[in-house]
């Protein structure tokens, strides 16, 4: 079954059209990347993963089921920047997803873990810094870490709760270039080992094309220069990268059949 | 080189400040040898002679009668006071403050009674305290938690709502419920923002409670500036007010010290 369909969905703040007959399929283990102007509904989109928009009309599903109306620990989430806990050093950040979850009395009364528990708890935490490369700066502060190093932690931070979906807010847009080709090697790893759904918005296309088995690209199909709201913006390439030769073909052919078929029910709408 | 630019070193810094202490020094020197060569009696401006005889009578001289010292036990009820007050206050501010923050129906409810109570001027209320509460300690500690609470709720409330809402999503996409998310996420790093409401506060404390020692007390630093007023006694006042001074100066370099040495993230943060 698919992890997430996407129905019909429209997306509308009183007016203001945002996304519109959005329709999408996702299997699980797909890198999905999305690409789009500013403005386009990526980010309404991905809040809406998350959890922290509910669809206007059509429906929104996870695992066949409408998603929960808030952030939960099956999506993990990595922003461009502000999402690690400047309070904790960088094991007690990783360990934390750890030491929260569960139904014991203490991760409920207290948010913690201890004895037995808390260390297994750092030894995962361990474990799971040495894969992203952030072992020898276990004991530092985040804000004494770089750009690069904070993006890292945050994803480790993410993938030791071993989330179906990981969704990546432009993760490395502030990212020195040189530094981005290491991340996206780390990403891939983690993807390929913890069999991960990932979500990714882009800028870069390069990137986009590079690390995604599919590449979404978001974009309005009817503009009203007199009324920039009145229609808002759905998928309209979705192009899948991990087919070549023939199959490539069927599959942009079949995949812009689908949009053609969208287009005209929408106009008939 | 434009002024803008140029910066004191060390030394010359440490000088330009010490330097407006002493020329107060000077001119109150100045002044009062002047005064005094007119009219002996003066009392208005003490010679540093007499200043240092009232010291030694107020801070080295056991009372006969009670046996006490007057400026320690002064200082020991005007502390006490103070210290419960403040540390009522900063509990109230920091679960209140957490609480209206991060829960959106308790904001709703509380928000606007919490502001609209910081507006009440507390000496306004006072003679209120002393009805309900007696002229005793209650009332006074009362006043200063009236006065600063308020204060440190609203402060502790906006910081909350300053944490980036990303940080706040990460933590729930980690399992955190809201208990778990207050406890581990908020609290922590509302420590540091607390004391910095704390030392803001210092101030107005010690103007509510120098205002209630004043109006009913019978010991206590402002208790004994106000009856020393009647004698005309500027010997024994310009040192109280010296060492209430100091004193305030030093809970400030306490609590700053505090912060550095128990939340080392939050200085590297502030850094940046």
Known sequence: ?269 | MRLVNRKPGRMAALSLGALPFVLLLIAYLVASGLRLAENPDDKLMPSFASIGAAIHQVAFTENPRSGEIVLWSDTWASLKRLGIALGASALIGLCLGILIGIVPYLRAALAPFITALSMIPPLAILPILFIVFGLDELSKVMLIVIGIAPFIVRDIALRVGELPAEQLIKAQTLGAGSWPLMLRVVLPQMWPRLIDALRLSLGAAWLFLIAAEAIASTDGLGYRIFLVRRYLSMDIILPYVVWITLLAFCMDYALRLLSRRLFPWAEAGARR
């Open chain 1, 1 to 269: 079954m698919n992890i997430i369909s996407v129905r019909k969905l429209w997306k509308t703040y009183g007016e203001q059209v945002v996304l519109e007959n959005l329709n999408l399929e996702v299997k699980e283990h797909e890198f999905v990347t999305i690409v789009g102007a500013s403005g386009c509904g990526k980010t309404t989109f991905l809040r809406m993963l998350l959890g922290q928009e509910a669809p206007s009309r059509g429906e929104f599903l996870l695992d066949g089921r409408p998603l929960p109306n808030e952030p939960g620990p099956d999506r993990g989430i990595v922003f461009q920047r502000y999402s690690v806990f400047p309070h904790l050093t960088v094991l007690e950040n990783v360990m934390l997803g750890l030491e929260l979850d569960g139904r014991s009395p203490s991760a409920r009364l207290l948010g913690r873990a201890f004895g037995s528990r808390r260390r297994e708890a750092r030894e995962r935490a361990r474990a799971m810094l040495v894969e992203v490369g952030l072992d020898a700066a276990r004991d530092k502060y985040p804000s004494m870490l770089s750009g690069g190093m904070q993006q890292r932690l945050s994803i480790a931070q993410s993938v030791i709760c071993n989330p179906r979906i990981l969704l990546l807010d432009e993760p490395f847009g502030a990212l020195d270039p040189g530094i981005s080709s290491d991340m996206h090697r780390l990403i891939l790893r983690l993807w390929e080992r913890h069999r991960m759904t990932i979500f990714m918005i882009t800028h870069d296309l390069r990137e986009g094309f590079e690390l995604g088995t599919r590449l979404l690209v978001f974009d309005k199909t009817r503009l009203d220069a007199q009324a920039p709201d009145a229609f808002g913006a759905t998928i309209t390439y979705d192009i899948p990268l991990n087919v070549k030769g023939n199959r490539l073909l069927q599959e942009l052919d079949a995949a812009t059949a689908r949009t053609e078929r969208f287009r005209e029910e929408v106009e008939l709408a």
